[in-house]
């Protein structure tokens, strides 16, 4: 296990609080891994964030230092997206769970990435609307992690996937510049897609902050042989 020097480990609790910053190695253990089997690496730290402006002070910090960035939500992905390498820093985003908007009208809910999957189901429901993606762990699994991966479930197969749902998003770029990519409108076809690239893109590419997110109207039931389905 290699440890971060303590300057950079200072210099990160005065970005997001003491408090808020993890480098004991007991401290680490629950973030060493995911949900991938059999692959473990201890990290050299683990920072929660709280805002935007946190998250790109970071990744200037881990830029300027040349320190490698995992982000991380619940850790419930099966692919290794959240694993950390070496001496990183891992950044989870799990207290940035704010619902900040639900748009009946535009028919979209903003929220912060780490809100989890039944979270915005359930706030869409509330409203008379329908989030269909609905993967395995959605009890804990994170919206971030799930347009990081592009999540599915059993629903995918009539639905769609997380890409088919997300409308817009808020990303911070390595050097920790923040950009937004993505609108309301549902003909947004003028320029490069963006977003879609950073769809699936497991964390590569910038830290999700903000995600848009398209809603359906609830689907009616219907009756077959009798019983409701």
């Known amino acids: 296990m290699m440890k971060l020097e303590l300057s950079v480990i200072d210099r990160l609790r005065k970005i997001v609080g003491k408090q808020d910053v993890l480098d004991q190695k007991e401290d680490l253990i629950p973030y060493s891994f995911d949900g991938t089997a059999a692959l473990k690496q201890h990290p050299g730290c683990v920072?929660?964030?709280r805002t935007t402006v946190q998250v790109s002070e970071v990744l200037k910090l881990a830029n300027d230092e040349g320190i490698p960035v995992v982000t991380r939500g619940s850790g419930t992905g099966l692919s290794g997206g959240s694993l950390p390498s070496e001496r990183c820093i891992v950044l989870c985003t799990v207290k940035m769970k704010q619902i900040l908007e639900l748009d009946k009208a535009n028919l979209t809910l903003?929220?912060?990435?780490?809100?989890?999957t039944l979270t915005i189901a359930e706030a869409a429901e509330k409203a008379g609307l329908f989030y269909p993606p609905d993967p395995g762990s959605m009890k804990i699994s994170t919206?971030?992690?799930?347009?990081?991966?592009?999540?599915g479930g059993l629903r995918g197969l009539k639905y769609g996937v997380t890409r088919n749902y997300v409308m817009g998003m808020e990303i911070v770029l390595p050097d920790g510049e923040i950009c937004w990519m993505g609108n309301k409108c549902v003909k947004d076809v003028a320029g490069y897609s963006l977003k879609d690239l950073f769809i699936g893109s497991e964390g590569t590419l910038g830290?999700?902050?903000?995600v848009l997110l398209r809603l359906i109207p609830q689907p009616q039931a219907k009756k077959n042989n009798g019983s409701n389905i």
């Open 110 to 116: 903003l929220t912060e990435p780490g809100a989890t």
């Open 47 to 49: 920072v929660f964030t």
């Open 207 to 210: 830290v999700i902050t903000k």
């Open 143 to 151: 919206i971030g992690g799930n347009v990081a991966e592009n999540s």
